[in-house]
């Protein structure tokens, strides 16, 4: 058993889904297969029960859990002092990030956490489109930007996955739609949708997965903020479509309407995806500044 193993176990643990855990690792799905395996054989026992939609924890795997989190922890926690011993004591650190991080990576507490420790790190934050943000990585006017990746990958650029998460239908309680289960694309056609504004990767990938289809579909509210948008839906006046983590956030707020959900077939579920772009090579990006803030947010994932 080895950190690495952890690192794999973790990341499926927290997706329950071993293609959004090997995608968010940027591994692949028979290698990261294969290292929970090896795990289970070194352990002595099964640490998930697996479906064909969903994996969930052994009473062995949630143990486990609790522990590797630790143990990931402390790891990180002696990378940091190693870290600041090699330097550090002064620089810049300039992160972009899209709009509606929040419910993947505590930016402000990250930032604060990068803060406490290298106090000599002055720190720049710009919320921006996907787009943009990958030109300014690209330009070298911020050090890594927090988006949606590219379809394709651009290739002078490097790239470190944080999540794929399965989006869902948000809805009023009373709608037709409240409570369905592996609905297609088409099902959602004759919809009116409300959506964010095109620059934002959320709609992109909506877009382009109803596109793919080979399907049309009506916008008839178009804003530029996640609260109004999931609001238009509780209302009744449509539907929308957004990532798990945004939805359940929404559910527990008793503040708004009351929402309901539906859920794709995993044949049509678009997969919103969050990385790390940066300018680098192996994986890594190319200054200690921003490989250091990425070393503290990715053991463990820093998520809500």
Known sequence: MDLKQLEHFVAVAEERHFTRASRRLNLVQSGLSASIRS???????PLFVRST??????????????????????????RNAVTQVHGLARGRLSIGAIHGLAPFIDLPASLGQFRAAFGGIDIELTLDGSRALIDEVREGRIDLAFTQPTIPAPDDLGCQMFACEGMV????????LAGQRELTLGDLSTEIFADLRPDWSVRRLVDRSFAAAGLQRRTGFEVNDMPMLLE??????????????????????????????????????????????FKGRDGEPATPVARAFLDMLKLPFIVQ
């Open 169 to 176: 239908i948000v809805c009023a309680r009373q709608h037709r």
């Open 53 to 78: 939609r969903r994996v969930a924890l052994t009473p062995a795997g949630e143990v486990l859990f609790a522990e590797a989190r630790r143990v990931l922890a402390a790891a990180q926690e002696a």
């Open 39 to 45: 795990l289970e054989d070194d352990l002595g026992g």
């Open 232 to 277: 238009l839906a509780a209302q009744g006046l449509a539907v929308a479509m957004v990532p798990e983590s945004v939805a359940a956030a929404r559910v527990r707020d008793t503040r708004g309407a009351p929402i309901a959900l539906a859920t794709l077939c995993e044949a049509d579920e678009p997969c919103w995806e969050l990385a790390a772009v």
